[in-house]
């Protein structure tokens, strides 16, 4: 079990064309994708050594999820 439980990425759902494509709004997801973790400056090596989930499935790109890393990182830190 990782010891960051509290970390989770939030994505956008999938937008339902059977409900005329209407934003469904957020919810967790799976991990990470590469390009936040290159955006605050980790690789996949060192991100997976911190315990943090990576999706490699995804390629968005969220400003809240660098904010949440970057916070998660000031944290580490100190």
Same mark, same amino acid.
């Given at each position: ?19 005329? $494509? ?12 590469? $390009? ?43």
């Amino acid at each position: 079990m990782s010891h960051n439980n509290e970390l989770k990425p939030v994505v956008k759902k999938p937008i339902l064309r059977k409900h005329g $494509g209407i934003d469904q709004g957020l919810r967790n997801g799976r991990g990470f994708s590469i $390009g936040e973790l290159q955006a605050i400056g980790l690789n996949y090596e060192t991100a997976k050594r911190l315990g943090l989930k990576i999706d490699k499935r995804r390629r968005s790109v969220h400003e809240w999820n660098i904010k949440i890393l970057k916070e998660y990182l000031e944290k580490k830190k100190s």
